[in-house]
């Protein structure tokens, strides 16, 4: 086991090709892509999109996960296995297949997960600059959204002649880390010519609506409308305040200019990868942006792309919000499962999780087969398990996991990417298309109707997708609904912010919780994104870092070369 190579070290021992021959395999000349360095590369839509599809007959792959333990389920190197393991099972044939995935934040890289591009054998690359600062898009958005408060504050010490009422500002600043102690603080202390003293806070970048509405942008003109749409505080007679108001969108949009456009990549194994935007899918929508997968299916015969934590969220913003918002379909989920996960949601400690335990392993199981039921349901897709296999895992335990899944009539392939690359997702990859074969007309739903009131929304996503028994909502929560629908705001999707641990809002509730109540905190509106969001029990939009960060073990030594990434 020692000699074991980690994921930063097959990463950085991995043959990159010039980005000129990834984007050579999609049809694209040297012009057509802005090269960042020699691996790396902007596409502009405008010059993709110019030029006529790969297929008109594109299928989109949905990878999603079952509630996952606190080190993730493998999610990602799943998606980019499954990626490669198309193109080699296609390699007789001319069809493709492109991986779109969102960027990293360095929230979890310095946190508790580490890297976050995949892993083993079945990575994007440069794996540290995709981790790290990657073409600064991060930073762009963190920017645009901070210039937005800055012009916002300022607007008010310079006379506030919006009639902005300080105590109803809605507006937070923004920095990509996991930061505690910035999630309330009193911003403009000092002299008189320092600003208006007021409560103040920071979210985590991919939790800001700046985020959400790039994501979810077709083009540059529609973003600066969404940033301009965006609410960013109250007047003193309670009347909202639009950015668009502050004359903000464009220069907000003039930051943006170049991270908008979606970045190429590639894969260990050379398959073409779309990386662009990250919201998080606790606290935000979990899905890349609308662009991106736009490219990808305007260049592909079959995309992939992945939509974060578990289906109970991901899954369910990207077909509730993206999904309906973008005006596009899936073809087939895939359902990232593990034996430790599962027996996690049957009771077991994270430090026991390698040892076989079919007791626990049964009543975990219900954890998946909810999923299954919520995609194929709830949303109409057909469904195909992928078993992220680990050595630890028992034949009994695997065995008992997928005949589960055939009482229910799914198929479910043993996936060993991270050891095997494409080779070991192959299975999987014939499992997928033999299911699109199965299923040649697309039934996909939405789980409710926008059009409904925001309370029935919200009931509909607690009871359907997390099986509540009633939904509790705070005085706010409901003055916050009277507030949205009087200003007309109510008939948007729902962004539901609550723990991945769980369907519940409670991350001790494993398994599959009944009769529980789903407390509903407070309600916004991300009126520039177009949704509305719904904070239940205590998810925070900044998180902490943990007790020992991943940040501890991450360095760089005398050469210059990064170390402890993974």
Not at 31 to 43: M, Q, S, T, V
Not at 89 to 96: P, S, V
Not at 115 to 131: C, R, S, T
């Amino acid at each position: 086991m020692a000699n074991i190579p980690n994921d930063h070290q097959i990463a950085t021992q991995a043959h990159i090709q010039p980005i000129e021959d990834i984007a050579k395999k999609l049809g694209l000349t040297p012009e057509k892509i802005e090269p960042y360095g020699h691996d790396k590369a902007k596409l502009n839509p405008t010059d993709i999109f110019s030029a006529p599809a790969k297929s008109n007959n594109n299928k989109l792959i949905l990878v999603t996960a079952i509630n996952p333990t606190p080190a993730g389920e493998g999610k990602t190197t799943v998606t980019i296995g499954l990626a490669d393991a198309l193109n080699r099972i296609n390699t007789h044939n001319t069809k493709n297949a492109i991986v779109a995935l969102r960027e990293p934040s360095l929230g979890p890289v310095f946190g508790i997960k580490g890297g976050a591009a995949g892993g083993g054998y079945a990575q994007v690359l440069p794996m540290e600059d995709i981790n790290l600062h990657f073409t600064g898009d991060f930073h762009a958005i963190g920017a645009a959204n901070n210039l937005l408060a800055a012009m916002l504050d300022n607007h008010i010490y310079q006379g506030n002649a919006l009639n902005i009422d300080p105590k109803r500002v809605m507006w937070r600043r923004a920095v990509d880390m996991n930061d505690r102690q910035l999630r309330h603080i009193i911003s403009g202390v000092g002299k008189t010519t320092d600003g208006i003293m007021r409560d103040d806070g920071f979210d985590i970048t991919v939790a800001s609506e700046v985020m959400a509405a790039f994501c979810l942008a077709n083009d540059l003109t529609d973003l600066k409308q969404r940033l301009g749409n965006m609410v960013v505080a109250y007047t003193h007679d309670k009347q909202p305040v639009f950015a668009k108001q502050l004359n903000a969108q464009g220069a907000m949009t003039a930051l943006l200019k170049n991270a908008i456009k979606p970045n190429l990549v590639q894969t260990i194994e050379g398959t073409p990868a779309i990386v662009h935007g990250g919201p998080f899918a606790n606290i935000a929508h979990g899905c890349n942006s609308v662009i991106a997968t736009q490219i990808a299916r305007h260049l592909s015969d079959y995309t992939i792309t992945e939509a974060g934590f578990g289906a109970d969220l991901g899954a369910e913003k990207f077909c509730d919000i993206k999904c309906r918002l973008a005006d596009i379909k899936p073809d087939v989920a895939v359902l990232v499962a593990t034996v430790r996960a599962l027996k996690y949601n049957g009771g077991v400690k994270k430090d026991l999780l390698t040892e076989e335990n079919l007791d626990a392993l049964k009543k975990g199981l219900p954890n998946l087969l909810k999923h299954i039921e919520n995609m194929r349901t709830v949303f109409g897709l057909p469904v195909v398990v992928a078993l992220n296999r680990f050595v630890s895992d028992s034949d009994d335990e695997l065995e008992m996991i997928i005949k589960a899944c055939a009482d229910m009539g799914v198929k479910v392939a043993l996936t060993e990417v991270w050891e095997h690359g494409g080779k070991g997702g192959e299975q999987l990859a014939n499992m997928v298309m033999q299911t699109l074969d199965d299923h040649p007309i697309n039934t996909f739903k939405f789980a409710y109707d926008v059009n409904d009131s925001i309370i029935n929304k919200i009931h509909q996503l607690a009871k359907k997708i997390y099986g509540a028994k009633d939904v509790d909502l705070s005085l706010s929560a409901k003055n916050a609904i009277k507030r949205l629908e009087r200003l007309g705001l109510d008939k948007l999707p729902i962004c539901v912010a609550k723990t991945q641990y769980s369907f519940s809002d409670n991350a001790k509730l494993l398994g599959v919780p009944t009769d529980f109540i789903l407390h509903v905190r407070d309600i916004n509106v991300s009126a520039g994104a177009g949704f509305i969001v719904v904070i239940c029990g205590n998810i925070m939009k900044m998180p902490g870092l943990p007790k020992v960060p991943a940040a501890e073990h991450i360095n760089i030594n005398e050469d210059g070369k990064i170390v402890g990434l993974f």
